[in-house]
């Protein structure tokens, strides 16, 4: 019987055309607006070298530059590339116009900076050089008023650069974009609260025919409430699924992680969602309708403050409230997929995971407790 309760409550969820839009339709339809949205507004070369000339005006000379300058552009990160085909400043410039490089640095008695329109890459060079103007400086005026403090002064600059701790990152798309896509599939899993939802409202006497009927049924409500959320679990999980290869196969978006941990996310999420809406459908005598449109702005506000519509959002509640990242279902899915494509360790991603399978369980057995003993008078 529990399988046969399970096959219909499967294919009824499947026929429920309201619920298939919100969980499958509307992802998908969004998802292929954000990529035209977002469509080469990430630009990956920005983490590779920025090609560069130098031009030495005057036959000048600055040692101390040059070898700032080949610090910098040497080893495996280096910062800069320098292009050696450009000898003199016409053919410097003729590279800067025709964009093969990012930038014409020129020494001479002061050192100087020519960029063909701003950008980040140019922002960079133009950072990297005051930044040498103001060591410079320091050395300098160091020199003239107390030469012996000079050793102080160098061992000084060398801890202030060396302030920032190297973290472990994966070789995951850090494309900044990718984070809707990410709140994209949160919202998906948190849409299949409405079908948690429909498993309350057909076996509760008061809300619907089939729920009559079947308080009328010898079969334990528990078993009929287990078989229905176990069907609506799979059908949601199978529907933002769909919307994962949809926006890997289709719309090409690089997720930064294997298939398989993706799906997994996509399971647990799929799960905090229904119990989501099973506790919600628990309470009280609302209709269908009402407690629908209580999940879709539960879940659109949950979505906001993880990034959906800002894309910043969640840092920002990160700052100010912390906590609401800790119990935010869209926020702690969103961030699965961000742990999973940028560290190279699964502890965040077992920590967010293991935080949505127990808030699943409070809401699940929370659920069980409010829907196991109503008796009606009449039905």
């Known amino acids: 019987m529990f399988f046969h309760l399970f096959k219909y409550e499967f294919i009824s969820a ?59 552009s040497s080893g495996d990160n280096a910062l800069f590339s320098i292009d050696k085909t450009a000898i003199d400043k016409t053919s410097a410039m003729g590279l800067l116009e025709s964009g ?9 008695e002061d050192i100087s900076l020519s960029v063909k329109s701003e950008s980040t890459k140019a922002s960079i060079i133009k950072f990297f050089l005051d930044q040498y103007k103001m060591n410079e400086k320091i050395i300098s005026d160091t020199l003239e008023s107390d030469p012996t403090k000079l050793a102080d002064v160098i061992e000084a600059m060398n801890i202030s650069e060396s302030c920032i701790t190297e973290r472990s990152f994966t070789g995951g798309n850090r494309d900044p974009y990718v984070q809707y896509f990410y709140n994209l599939l949160a919202m998906s899993c948190l849409f299949g609260s409405m079908a948690g939802l429909a498993v309350v409202t057909n076996t509760q006497g008061n809300l619907s025919a089939i729920g009559a009927r079947r308080c009328t049924s010898p079969i334990h409500k528990l078993v009929q409430i287990t078989a229905g959320l176990l069907a609506v679990t799979l059908v949601s999980f199978l529907c933002s699924a ?26 647990v999420g799929s799960l905090a969602g229904i119990s989501m809406g099973f506790f ?10 009402a407690k629908t449109a209580i999940l879709i702005a539960v879940s659109l506000i949950l979505c906001f403050f993880s990034g959906l519509m800002v894309g910043n959002m969640y840092g920002y509640v990160q700052m100010y409230a912390p906590w609401l990242n800790k119990i935010s279902l869209a926020a702690l899915i969103t961030d699965s997929f961000y742990s999973l494509n940028i560290y190279d360790t699964y502890d965040r991603l077992l920590q967010n995971l293991l935080t949505l399978c127990i808030i699943s369980a409070l809401f699940t057995i929370g659920g069980f407790l409010l829907t196991r003993r109503q008796k009606y008078a009449s039905i």
Do not use: C, H
């Open 100 to 108: 093969d490089i990012s930038g014409v640095i020129f020494v001479g």
């Open 280 to 289: 919600v459908g628990s309470f009280g005598r609302m209709g269908e309708g």
């Open 14 to 72: 499947v026929r429920n055309t309201q619920v298939m839009f919100w969980m499958i339709a509307f992802p998908i339809l969004l998802g292929t607006f954000f990529k035209i949205a977002f469509a080469d507004l990430y630009d990956d070369e920005l983490f590779k070298e920025i090609p560069i000339a130098v031009v030495y005006e005057n036959d000048a000379e600055n040692s101390a530059f040059d070898e700032a300058l080949s610090a910098v």
């Open 242 to 267: 769909v919307s994962l290869l949809y926006l890997i196969a289709v719309l090409k978006i690089d997720f930064g992680a294997p298939v398989l941990p993706l799906i997994g996310i996509i399971a």
